[in-house]
């Protein structure tokens, strides 16, 4: 690390809920200079650094977004400025939050760096709907997937081989996942879950099929995660 550079942390803010950060990630932000945050990260998170100086970065799918190059230099730029430099990324920074190329950006510059993990959105969203991501004799296996690609790429169209499927950024993605799903003999009953806003206080979730799944999604005001497989099958209630 060059002697007049700061520290940057790369921060997973978790799935929305303020009190999902860990303690860490909380400390750091009470601590830093200026936290460079995406747009999914909520007001209440960031209600945790007062003192620091904030600067939204995008990073929303669908919507206008800072290039990753401009984030990446920005990075550069406010490690040669500040003593403690935050990137809060929502969710976990290793899943789906393009880490590499930020990793590669501070490495290339010389810039010290450290990571602290944050809960994925898929794990926040099995715990609001109660429903396990595996299950003993029907799901040993998880995938963690999206469709969504780098700008000029063509969309990933292979299924995951897993038990429990579970896809990041859905809406119209899912239902074409679902369309090839069936395409490829999985049974149209197959449970499916989908969770909007995981965590926050308009969270909704709806449990349908895969063939009603195929058939499409209601227009959606915030993220969309779809778990799909035979664990998010409505467990059998309890006798009282």
Do not use: W
Not at 186 to 208: M, Q, T
Not at 228 to 233: D, L, S, V
Request: net charge negative; hydrophobic share 40%.
């Amino acid at each position: 690390m060059g002697p007049s550079h700061g520290k940057v942390y790369l921060i997973g803010a978790g799935p929305g809920a303020a009190d999902l950060i860990t303690v860490r990630g909380a400390n750091l932000l009470a601590k830093a200079d200026v936290v460079l945050y995406d747009a999914l990260v909520t007001a209440e998170m960031l209600d945790l650094c007062p003192q620091a100086l904030k600067i939204s970065v995008g990073k929303r799918s669908g919507q206008r977004s800072a290039a990753q190059e401009h984030i990446n230099e920005q990075l550069v730029e406010c490690a040669a400025k500040y003593a403690l430099v935050v990137r809060l990324k929502g969710g976990d920074p290793m899943l789906f939050g393009r880490a590499d190329e930020e990793l590669n950006a501070l490495e290339s510059a010389d810039i010290d760096y450290e990571i602290v993990p944050g809960i994925t959105t898929a794990l926040a969203a099995a715990a609001s709907v109660r429903q396990p991501l595996t299950k003993r004799g029907i799901a040993r296996s998880v995938a963690l997937f999206t469709s969504s690609t780098a700008p000029g790429e063509s969309t990933d169209t292979r299924i995951p081989e897993c038990d429990t499927l579970v896809q990041y950024m859905g809406g119209r993605e899912a239902m074409l996942t679902a369309q090839r799903m069936l395409a490829a003999n999985f049974p149209g009953d197959l449970p499916v879950i989908i969770i909007e806003n995981c965590s926050r206080p308009d969270e909704c979730s709806k449990a349908l099929s895969l063939n009603e799944l195929s058939q499409g999604l209601p227009a959606s005001t915030g993220p969309v995660l779809v778990m799909m497989g035979e664990a998010m099958r409505a467990r059998p209630k309890s006798g009282t």
